[in-house]
C-alpha cells in the first residue's frame, strides 16, 4: 500500500498582500499528478487546509476541485484533519457527503473519540488501514480549566491532556493492530525537536512543546503530523514525521526543500519513506546589501529566472543615509526584469551600536498574535505567566470567531 503524507496548504494565504491563487493552484496541480504517477492508495492531510477560517471562494473552490479530480484516481480513501487555521464548522459542512466518496474528514475534537479512529477498507470491503485521525486540540478539547491555576500547571495538564488522546486511540486501535493492519495516527501540533523555519502560531503556551517522540504510542507505525513548515523527522525518529508546507509560506521559507512524503506498507511493515519534492513554481527572495550590492544582485538573480510564475523579492538596503526616492529607483531598475518587488525597507547596521532609540518593528513583520502581545507590553511590566494566560484566551477568541463567520 502507497500512503501520501501532507499537511498545511495554507489555501488562500495572501503574502503581503500578494494574490497567489495561481501558485496554489499549479501546486495542487502537481500534488495530483504525483498521485496519479505514484498510484497513491491513501491520502492524509494534517491540517490547515486553509489560511483563516472563513477563505475566499477562490480557495474553496481549489479544495473541491482537487478532491473531485481524485474521485476517479487510485487514490481509494483521502483523510482530512483541521488545523489551527481552519474553521471546524466550515470544514465538517459537507462531512456526511464527502465521505460517500471515502474521503474522511475530522476538523475538530469529537464527544465520541472513537469517531476519530477509521477504519479503511479495501475495493472488496476488507479492513485494509487504520488512522487515529487526530485534528487540532483546543484547550477545551484537552481539560477543563482550573480558576487561579499557575501557568506551569496548565501546561502540565495540557500535555498530559494531549498523551492521553492519543493512548486512547491507541488502545482502540489496538485490537487491529494485533490483527496484522498498519496504525497512522495523524495530529496538528507543534513537536519537541521540531524546527520551525520561522514565527509561526505555535500551539497551547507560547513556544513550549506539546509531545515528544517517544510519547505516542508504539501502537502508530506512523506518525503524520502538521503545524511546522518545514519537512522533518522529530528527534530524529524516523517514523514520527512533518511533511511541512506545500508553497513556502514566507520569505523565511525560501531555503527549505519543500516535500511530501510517499510511505510504502507491505502488509503492517513499514518498508520505505519516501520524500518527495515539492516542484516550486515561484522564487521568493530575500536581497540585502547597500545599494549597489542589490542592484548587482537583482541582475543576477533575473538572468536564472527559471520558474513559471514571476518571482517576488524582497529587497533590504543596508544604509544608515536617507535615500531619496529609493522604493522609486529600485522599481525603475527593476522595471523590465521577471520579478516583482513585494517589499522594500532599510536596515540601519550600526543604530544598535548606540543604544539610544528601541527597535521599533514594522507592522507588516508582525502576526495578530505578536500584535496583541506587544500590546499587552505596552501596557506595563506583566508576568510572563499571566502574558501567556492572555495570549492563550486571545488565541481562542479568535479561533471561535472564525467558526462563527464560517
Not at 487491529?176 to 524546527?195: E, Q, T
Not at 520579478?339 to 543604530?351: A, F
Not at 506587544?374 to 506595563?380: F, R, T, V, Y
Request: glycine content about 4%.
Amino acid at each position: 500500500m502507497k500512503i501520501l503524507h501532507t499537511s498545511d496548504w495554507h489555501l488562500g494565504q495572501r503574502l503581503l498582500q500578494m494574490d497567489r491563487h495561481e501558485e496554489f493552484r499549479m501546486a495542487l496541480d502537481w500534488l495530483h499528478s504525483v498521485i496519479e504517477k505514484e498510484k497513491i492508495e491513501v491520502l492524509l492531510v494534517a491540517g490547515d487546509i486553509f489560511d483563516i477560517g472563513n477563505p475566499p471562494n477562490q480557495a474553496r473552490q481549489l479544495y473541491y476541485r482537487f478532491l473531485r479530480r481524485l474521485l476517479n484516481s487510485t487514490c481509494r480513501h483521502i483523510v482530512i484533519t483541521g488545523g489551527n487555521h481552519d474553521s471546524p464548522a466550515m470544514l465538517n459542512a459537507p462531512r456526511e457527503l464527502l465521505e460517500s466518496f471515502n474521503i474522511h474528514v475530522i476538523g475538530a475534537a469529537t464527544d465520541n473519540i472513537e469517531e476519530e479512529l477509521l477504519v479503511l477498507k479495501n475495493d472488496k470491503g476488507e479492513e485494509e488501514l487504520i488512522v487515529a485521525a487526530v485534528p487540532f486540540l483546543r484547550d477545551r478539547d484537552l481539560r477543563i480549566t482550573k480558576v487561579g491555576e499557575e501557568q506551569q500547571s496548565r501546561q502540565a495538564r495540557l500535555q498530559e491532556g494531549l498523551q492521553q488522546h492519543y493512548q486512547s486511540l491507541a488502545e482502540l486501535a489496538q485490537p487491529y493492530a494485533d490483527k496484522g493492519l498498519p496504525v497512522i495516527a495523524m495530529g496538528h501540533l507543534y513537536a519537541k525537536g521540531s524546527v520551525a523555519s520561522d514565527k509561526q502560531d505555535n500551539i497551547y503556551v507560547g513556544n513550549r512543546e506539546n509531545m515528544e517522540a517517544g510519547q505516542f504510542p508504539a501502537a502508530f507505525d506512523y506518525v503524520a503530523l502538521g503545524h511546522i513548515h518545514r519537512a522533518q523527522k522529530v528527534e530524529d525518529v524516523d517514523h514520527v514525521r512533518y511533511s511541512g508546507s506545500l508553497v513556502p509560506l514566507s520569505f523565511s521559507e525560501t531555503k527549505d526543500d519543500k516535500q511530501v512524503f510517499i510511505l510504502h506498507f507491505s502488509g503492517k511493515a513499514l518498508t520505505q519513506i519516501e520524500a518527495k519534492s515539492v516542484e516550486n513554481f515561484r522564487r521568493l527572495k530575500t536581497i540585502q546589501g547597500d545599494l549597489e550590492d542589490v542592484q548587482q544582485k537583482l541582475d543576477r538573480f533575473a538572468a536564472k529566472m527559471d520558474r513559471p510564475l514571476p518571482s517576488w523579492v524582497e529587497v533590504i538596503i543596508d544604509t544608515e543615509d536617507y535615500v531619496p526616492q529609493l522604493d522609486q529607483i529600485l522599481r525603475d531598475y527593476c522595471q523590465e526584469m521577471p520579478l516583482e518587488l513585494v517589499k522594500i525597507r532599510i536596515n540601519r547596521p550600526y543604530r544598535e551600536l548606540a543604544h539610544t532609540l528601541a527597535e521599533v518593528p514594522d507592522l507588516e513583520d508582525l502576526d495578530v498574535e505578536e500584535v496583541f502581545r506587544q500590546k499587552c507590553l505596552s501596557q506595563g511590566e506583566l508576568p510572563e505567566e499571566k502574558l501567556e494566560e492572555l495570549v492563550t484566551t486571545f488565541r481562542e477568541l479568535q479561533n471561535w470567531m472564525a467558526e462563527q463567520e464560517a
